[in-house]
C-alpha cells in the first residue's frame, strides 16, 4: 500500500499531497521537509529507490517536477515507478502537454484525477481510457462550466 | 461585500509576491475574505473561496476554519459544492478531528445517491480518511455495494473494504463471502481491487488464507490469461498486458503458496511460463519478472524453478538500469542465507557494483559482498573490500569496517593476514571503527607472538607517519611499550630493516603526548608506553625519567595519577620496577582481569573422598535461575552475571596485578583441555594458577553450530573438604559458528591438599531446546600431566 505521494518541485515547494494514512499535521510537516531534502540532493541519474525509516521511497522526476511516494515493505518499486509514470500520462492527457503551472493553477484538478485512479493507497483502475473517460463525465456535472474549464492566462 | 477573487486570479497574485513577508500579508488578507465568505452562507460562491483556502492550506498556512465549511459543502445538493467538499474533508479533517464524524450522515446518504459520481466522491473520501467508528457505520452500506452495483461503484467500494478491515479487523469476515465471487469478474478494475481485498483478508486471518487457498487454479487461470492474451490496447504497458494486475495476481499467489505443497505445485507451470516467457527490456516487464522471482523464491517450488528465479537475478545484476540492478541486489540478499552458493556464482559482478557511483546501489551491493564473504575467497574479497573503503561514502564507512573485522576473524588465514588488514583499516579509516577494536588487536597481537617484531616494526612506521587516527596510535603506543626492544635491534625478517634508535622512539612518544589530536586516552597509552620502556631500554632513562616527572603536573587527572604512581616507582620502588613493567602475559578473550600465575607445587594424590554439596559464595543476580543439580549438589547457587568491566583493557591489568607479580615470577606456559564435547558445544578446562592448596582454574565453553546458545550455566559440586568459589561468568549466551565463548573462572581452596575432583553440569538453550549433562573431571591439568576426565 502507498502510505503518501508528493509532489514538489526543484525548489521544494509542495505542489500535491496526498495521504493514504492518519497523521498528525506536525507528522506530515517533518515527513514533507525529510523527504524532500533526502531526494533533492540525489544527483541527476541515480538510483530511484531509497530506503527510509522502515519505508521505501520511489521518485522521479518529470521536467521541474519531482514525483514522490512512500511505500510499504512488500510493494514492487519496479510497478510503482510505472504507476508514477501513469499518473503523469493521465494529467498529460487532461490538461494537453501539462507542465507545473497547470498543477499550480489547477491543483484541485490534479487532485481530482488522483483519486480516479487511486484510492487507499491501491490502484482502483488499470485502463487509461476508463479513468479518463469518468473524468469527462464527472466534469459534465459541473454547474458553472465555464470558469471551471476556463484556463488561466498567466 | 468585498469582491470575490477568483482561485486563480489569487494563486497569481500569492506568487507574485517577492518576499515572504509580502507572502504572508497577501495571505492573510485573503483568510479574512474567505472568512467573511463562509459566513455569508450560501450565495454560489462558497466552493471558490473553499478551493483558496485548500490551495492557502497546500502553502502550509493554518486552514481549520475551513472545517465546517467541508461539513456544509458536502451536505450541499450542487455537484461542484459536493465535489470540492470532499476534496476539503479529505485535505483538512482527519480522524482525529471531531468533524469528522459530522459528514458520516452525509457520506451514507450519498453512498445510495442516484448519480454514481457522488457515490464514487463518498466511497473515496471514506477510503482515503475514514475512522474506525465511521467505518463501523458504513460496513453494511459498503458490504451492499461490493455485491449490486455497476463495475465503477464495485472498484471502489472493493478497496473501500480493503481500507475498513485495516481500520477495523474485526469486520473482514463480513466482506469474505463477496470477495470470492468478484473473482469471476472481467473488469480489471474490479479484478484488481478483488485480488486486493483477498490479500489483505488472508493477511488478518489464517481461517480464510485456508479458505482462498481453493481460489489458487482459478487465479492461475486469470494470470494465464494475460500473459498469453493478444494486445490488449486497453490494458497495455510496453507489450505487458496490465503489469498492474498481473503483479498483484503474483503477491497474493505468493501468500498463497508459501509453506504448502498443493498450492505450490498448483502454480508451478504458470510461473514457469511467466519466468520464461515476459519481456524484460521495459520497466513494466522488469517489474513482472521481480514479483515472480520473489514469488517463486517464497513457496515450496522445485529446484528448477528456484535456479531459473537466483539466474533472472543475476541477468538483472547485469542489467545497464541501476534500478534493476539494485532490486536484484536487494532481492538476493533475502535469498543469501538459503541459497547461498547460487548467489556465489554472482559474487563477480556484485562486487563490480561497489563501485558504482551510486550510492544506493553501494550500500546494496556493500551488504550482500559481507554476506558472500566465505573462507575460500576471504583473500580476494577483502582487497575488494579495502579498496571501497578507501573511497566509499561517509555514511557507510562504519558498516564497512564492522563489517571487515567480523569476516577478518572468521576466516582470516593467517594471523599475519589479520594483523595487516586490521592495520589496513585504522589507517584508512581509523576515525569509524568500534570502541572494542583497540583491545581487541591488542589481544590479538599478544597472541601471535612470533610477529611482534614485525607488528612493532610496521605500527612505529605507521605512528610516525601520521597520528591523528586515534585507534592506531593507541595500538602502536601499546606495541611500542611491549616489544620496544624487538624495535630497537632493528632485525626483522619480514620487513626491510631500518635502524631506529632509543631517541627517535622516544621522539614519537612524546610527540603524541603533546599533540593536541591525540585524546586523553591515547596520551594515558603514550605515557604507560614511555615508562614500559624504562626497562626495555638502556641509555635514556633519565630522559623518561624527566617526561614522567613533568605530567606529574598535568591538568588531566589520569595523566597526572598515572605520571605520580610511576614518579614513585622510580624513586622509593625502583626494585621493584623491572618486575612491575616486564612483559604482558598472553590475554584470553573474554576473560575479565584474568591472570596467569606461577606453577609451583603440585596436587597430592589421596583416597578419593565422597562428593558433597559445597556453597559457592557469590553475588546473586534477582533473576538468576537455582536449578536443583543431583542430589549431591543441592544447595549450590550459580546465578549469572554479565561480565561487567572490559576484559582486555591492559593497563588496568598491569595495575590491579601489581600484587601478584611480586616476587619474581615466570609466566606459566597455558594448558587447556577439552573436558566435554557434544552436540557442537565444547567445554575445555584451562588451569590458570596452582599452589598446594588453592587451585584457580578456567572453564571456556564454545559452541560450533549453525545457532547461538542461550542461557548457558554452569554449576559445580567438589569435594567435601574443598572450597569452591565461581566467579561471575563472561555471558551467557555463547555465539555460533565459534565466533565467540563464554568463560568462567573458579577457584578451588583445598587446605587439607585432598584429591580434586569437580563434577560440572552444563545446561543450555539451543534451537529452542533446552539440554542438560553432567561431566565429571577427576584430576586437574598441571604442567606435568594431562587431566582425566570421566562422562557420567
Wanted: proline fraction near 4%.
Amino acid at each position: 500500500m502507498m502510505r503518501f505521494l508528493l509532489l514538489f518541485s526543484r525548489q521544494g515547494k509542495l505542489r500535491l499531497q496526498k495521504w493514504f494514512t492518519a497523521l498528525s499535521d506536525r507528522d506530515k510537516k517533518k515527513i514533507i521537509r525529510d523527504v524532500t531534502q533526502m531526494v533533492l540532493v540525489r544527483p541527476p541519474k541515480s538510483c530511484n529507490f531509497l530506503q527510509w525509516r522502515d519505508l521505501k521511497i520511489v521518485y522521479r522526476r518529470y521536467a521541474s517536477l519531482y514525483f514522490c511516494c512512500g511505500l510499504e515493505q512488500g510493494d514492487n518499486e519496479l510497478l510503482t515507478l510505472e504507476l508514477l509514470h501513469r499518473y503523469v500520462e493521465l494529467l498529460d492527457q487532461y490538461f494537453g502537454n501539462v507542465c507545473e503551472l497547470d498543477i499550480i493553477f489547477n491543483f484541485e484538478k490534479a487532485y481530482f484525477i488522483l483519486d480516479e485512479f487511486i484510492i487507499g493507497g491501491e490502484v482502483q483502475e488499470t485502463s487509461k481510457a476508463s479513468v479518463a473517460k469518468s473524468m469527462e463525465e464527472a466534469d459534465s456535472l459541473q454547474e458553472t462550466m465555464e470558469e471551471y474549464v476556463n484556463k488561466p492566462t498567466y | 461585500m468585498p469582491s470575490s477573487v477568483r482561485l486563480q486570479e489569487m494563486i497569481r497574485v500569492i506568487r507574485s509576491a517577492r518576499t515572504q513577508g509580502e507572502e504572508r500579508g497577501i495571505i492573510q488578507k485573503e483568510c479574512a475574505d474567505i472568512r467573511a465568505q463562509f459566513r455569508q452562507g450560501d450565495n454560489g460562491e462558497r466552493s471558490h473561496s473553499l478551493a483558496k483556502l485548500l490551495y492557502v492550506h497546500m502553502l502550509g498556512y493554518p486552514a481549520h476554519f475551513g472545517q465546517m465549511e467541508c461539513v456544509r459543502l458536502i451536505a450541499s445538493t450542487r455537484y461542484s459544492e459536493k465535489r470540492i467538499g470532499y476534496l476539503g474533508a479529505m485535505m483538512l479533517l482527519d480522524e482525529k478531528q471531531d468533524a469528522s464524524l459530522l459528514i458520516t450522515n452525509s457520506i451514507k446518504n450519498d453512498l445510495s445517491h442516484s448519480s454514481q459520481y457522488v457515490q464514487s466522491l463518498a466511497l473515496c473520501t471514506l477510503a482515503c480518511m475514514g475512522s474506525a467508528e465511521m467505518c463501523r457505520d458504513l460496513a453494511p452500506e459498503i458490504e451492499r455495494l461490493l455485491r449490486a452495483s455497476n463495475s465503477y461503484i464495485k472498484k471502489k467500494a472493493t478497496l473501500c473494504a480493503v481500507h475498513i478491515i485495516r481500520k477495523v479487523p474485526e469486520l473482514a469476515e463480513m466482506f469474505t463471502p463477496s470477495a470470492r465471487s468478484l473473482l469471476s469478474e472481467k473488469n480489471h478494475g474490479v479484478l484488481h481491487g478483488a485480488v486486493v481485498l483477498i490479500t489483505e483478508l488472508c493477511k488478518h486471518n489464517p481461517g480464510t488464507l485456508d479458505q482462498f487457498r481453493k481460489a489458487v487454479p482459478e487465479l492461475v487461470q486469470i494470470m494465464k490469461g494475460l500473459v498469453t492474451s493478444s494486445y490488449s490496447p486497453e490494458h497495455n504497458v510496453a507489450g505487458i498486458s496490465d503489469p498492474f494486475l498481473q503483479v498483484r495476481i503474483l503477491r497474493l499467489l505468493r501468500i498463497l503458496g508459501h509453506n504448502n505443497d498443493t498450492a505450490s505445485d498448483a502454480m508451478n507451470d504458470l510461473l514457469a511460463q511467466v519466468a520464461t516467457n515476459t519481456d524484460s527490456s521495459k520497466t513494466a516487464g522488469s517489474a513482472v519478472l521481480y514479483e515472480t522471482v520473489l514469488t517463486i523464491m517464497d513457496i515450496n517450488s522445485e529446484s528448477g524453478l528456484r535456479v531459473l528465479a537466483v539466474n533472472i537475478l543475476g541477468r538483472f545484476l547485469l542489467n545497464n538500469d541501476r534500478n534493476i540492478r539494485y532490486i536484484s541486489m536487494t532481492s538476493l540478499q533475502k535469498i543469501v542465507q538459503t541459497d547461498h552458493n547460487a548467489v556465489q556464482r554472482h559474487r563477480g559482478t556484485i562486487v563490480d557494483c561497489l563501485k558504482d557511483q551510486d550510492t544506493s546501489v553501494k550500500r546494496r551491493a556493500l551488504e550482500l559482498s559481507l554476506a558472500l564473504v566465505s573462507a575460500v575467497n576471504i583473500r580476494s574479497m577483502m582487497k575488494e573490500l579495502l579498496i571501497f573503503l578507501s573511497t566509499c561514502p561517509p555514511e557507510l564507512r562504519s558498516h564497512t569496517t564492522s563489517g571487515i573485522f567480523n569476516a577478518a576473524e572468521r576466516y582470516s588465514p593467517s594471523k599475519r593476514w589479520h594483523i595487516d588488514t586490521i592495520l589496513h583499516v585504522l589507517t584508512t579509516a581509523g576515525g569509524d571503527v568500534r570502541d572494542e577494536t583497540v583491545p581487541n588487536l591488542i589481544q590479538l597481537i599478544t597472541t601471535a607472538s612470533e610477529l611482534h617484531c614485525y607488528t612493532v616494526h610496521k605500527l612505529y612506521r605507521a605512528l610516525v607517519k601520521d597520528i591523528s587516527q586515534q585507534s592506531l596510535v593507541q595500538v602502536a603506543c601499546w606495541c611500542i611499550g611491549e616489544y620496544g626492544d624487538l624495535l630497537l635491534k632493528g632485525e626483522c625478517e619480514e620487513i626491510e630493516p631500518v635502524q631506529v634508535t632509543e631517541d627517535d622512539v622516544l621522539d614519537a612518544l612524546e610527540t603524541v603526548l603533546q599533540s593536541h589530536m591525540s585524546s586523553p586516552a591515547t596520551r594515558g597509552f603514550a605515557l604507560t608506553a614511555t615508562m614500559k620502556l624504562s626497562t626495555r631500554i638502556t641509555d635514556n632513562v633519565d630522559r623518561i625519567r624527566s617526561i614522567v616527572s613533568n605530567y606529574s603536573s598535568c591538568i588531566d587527572l589520569e595523566l597526572q595519577q598515572r605520571a605520580v604512581e610511576y614518579n614513585a616507582l622510580f624513586r622509593k620502588y625502583d626494585h621493584m620496577r623491572a618486575a612491575v613493567l616486564e612483559r604482558m602475559p598472553v590475554m584470553d578473550k573474554n576473560s575479565p582481569g584474568h591472570t596467569n600465575g606461577d606453577t609451583s607445587g603440585v596436587i597430592k594424590e589421596t583416597d578419593p573422598s565422597k562428593l558433597k554439596p559445597v556453597e559457592a559464595g557469590l553475588l546473586s543476580e534477582p533473576a538468576s535461575q537455582v536449578c536443583d543439580l543431583l542430589d549431591l549438589l543441592d544447595g549450590t547457587d550459580t546465578p549469572l552475571q554479565p561480565s561487567p568491566a572490559p576484559t582486555n583493557n591492559p593497563t588496568t591489568t598491569s595495575s590491579a596485578d601489581l600484587l601478584d607479580l611480586l616476587g619474581g615470577l615466570e609466566p606459566a606456559p597455558v594448558l587447556t583441555e577439552t573436558v566435554y564435547e557434544k552436540n557442537g558445544l565444547s567445554l575445555k578446562i584451562q588451569c590458570d594458577k596452582q599452589t598446594d592448596t588453592e587451585v584457580m582454574v578456567t572453564l571456556i565453553g564454545s559452541n560450533s553450530t549453525q545457532n547461538d546458545i542461550t542461557n548457558f550455566t554452569l554449576q559445580a559440586a567438589v569435594p567435601k573438604s574443598v572450597q569452591l568459589q565461581m566467579k561471575a561468568p563472561s555471558g551467557n549466551v555463547i555465539p555460533a559458528h565459534g565466533l565467540g565463548q563464554v568463560t568462567q573462572t573458579v577457584v578451588l581452596n583445598n587446605p587439607n591438599k585432598v584429591s580434586l575432583k569437580m563434577r560440572i553440569r552444563v545446561s543450555y538453550s539451543n534451537q529452542g531446546a533446552v539440554h542438560q549433562d553432567t561431566v565429571q573431571i577427576d584430576s586437574f591439568p598441571s604442567p606435568t600431566c594431562p587431566p582425566s576426565v570421566s562422562p557420567l
